[in-house]
């Protein structure tokens, strides 16, 4: 295709390369340039930190190179196109091929192999009673695993995938089902009274529970004291007020004698919920007597933190998921509370909560989901919402612009730091790689754009999973002491992170998550007594892109935007839109296939009713396959 007949999307091309590649370091950032032609007209092209390309681009050769092609003042340009020789694109050409999350050392070609001979040695037995797959319509497993990786067509792909989400769904909903009935005759083995220490915080604080807090607040007490096992969720949108409910639940707890666990899923936000709690007992003089475990902890630290919790002196514990390790016994372990709770496994939870015999259960979510899909998915769980904000939040400011107005972003973020605040930048991935999209931004080559185009004077850091917990720990105190002005960052800082000064939230390539994910980023910000600014860079050309984005633009209500979320979702995309949050699945997605999430909950209760233990003929096949499987089918960071 030649460059003046282009359309305007992604193309291949064949390219002349007219001379040596140009390569040259900008602080860590290696940028290479070279100049290229079609035969008519010449069009340069940019690589960024790309230095396996370093021996194989050579003047006078002609290479495939696809990406999307840019003009400006009449001369066009490339940024991080794909590369190919000719023999490499005719083996791709025409065919489906799997894109992998990829590792240090690892290209997708060699996952693609390695997933081609396992598929060939891969079998299994299909467990599904045939009435079931006649119904929904379904290939077999083996096919849709095969088919998955590997697909024919595009009809197979939505095939396979339409398999694999009924498999997510009806797995995870039969162990739901089950526990319910099982949970709710439960007896503890911590029954406590009601005692006078909470109502004495709340005539202490310098401020009112909402109606809603007050209410939450009444049922979970409820629970505690009712002798049986509480196994509640209390949902809230961001900055609802749900970690005070938190701790008034654990000074009930401590107040009758008993010990009280909180396991959150990072160390940041368990060293914040820590420091808290410890203001909290100190300031009002309550009975707690709290210790911090992590993993990061040194050995002999740690082993001290053993011996308190062991012998009672701790009566708080609160950590990540060390906190379920076997060395660690507890002396009366009554209250177990998870944060962000669907970043835990169910097998996590039920580990803690086993350690302390028949412990009570609170799960705190601060990701709004349809309540028409809450009662499905939280079947064995009861319900609390906190739907009331605390009185004194100033709403957050709100844009949906295109990436033409990055220039006026930066500038508007380098005035919110001269006025003594701070800024998040959140980019989709940790780090380009030779398969990534170069309209996609990544937070390791963005600090060092960011940092040549900012003032010395403000000090740029980048955050991500993949860095050590204490260089991650590190760049987060300092940021939250205000040396770090503006992070760049993955989605790493979505949940609980408490920063009052930081009052600009920029999100790059906003049109690839999900909006409930999208809300929880833009909860870090206005947590302050200044006015908080939130804008989202949408790259995509498509109108549905905007309509979405513009959901968020209209409203800072998380459960109004999970409900407008379900009307706008629908089977458009194969996989759908990133959807960080509430029932991360694999492959399915709550919102995108909320109609069959429905009707399988609909065959997974009829099939219960008929035959709660599964011990008929008919269901076999589910029950070994459940038996064999049991702690492993349900690995989707839910419930």
Known sequence: MKLSRLPEKTVTLELFLLGDFKWKKVNNLSIGTGLCSDGENKISLTYFNAPYLKKRLCAGSAYLFRGKVKTEGGKYHMDQPKLYTREEYREVQGRMLPCYSLTAGLTNKTVMKAAEKALERFSEEEYLPEEIIREYRLVSRLHAISQVHFPKDYES???ARKRLVFDEFFLFLLAVRRMKEYNEALSTDYPMMETAWPGRLLESLPYRLTGAQQRVWKEIETDLVSGKCMNRLVQGDVGSGKTILAFLALLLTVSNGCQGALMAPTEILAAQHF??????????????????????????AKRQVYREIETGEANVVIGTHALIQEKVNYSRLALVITDEQHRFGVRQREILSEKGGRSHVLVMSATPIPRTLAIILYGDMHLSVVDELPAGRIPIKNCVV???????????????????????????????????????????????KLRNHLPKSVHVEILHGKMKPADKKRIMEAFAAGDVHVLVSTTVIEVGINVPAATVMMIENAERFGLAQLHQLRGRIGRGKEQSYCIFLNASDKEQSMDRLKILNKSNDGFYIAEEDLKLRGPGDLFGIRQSGEMEF?????????????KISVTVDGILAKDRELAGEK???????LDENTGNFIDFRTI
Do not use: H, W
């Open 586 to 598: 694999k492959i399915a997605d709550i919102y995108q296939d909320a109609e069959i999430l429905k």
């Open 619 to 625: 269901y076999a096949s589910l029950k070994r396959y």
């Open 402 to 448: 295109g990436t033409s107005y990055r220039k006026k972003a930066y500038e508007f973020i380098e005035k919110e730091v001269e006025k003594g605040n701070q800024a998040y930048v959140i980019c989709p991935m940790v780090e380009a790689d030779e398969n990534s999209d170069s309209s996609i931004e990544n937070v390791t080559d963005y600090g060092e």
């Open 157 to 159: 792909l939505i095939n």
């Open 275 to 300: 420091e808290q709690l410890s203001e909290l007992a100190e300031k009002y003089c309550l009975p707690f007597k709290p210790v911090l475990l992590t993993g990061s902890l040194g050995a002999a």
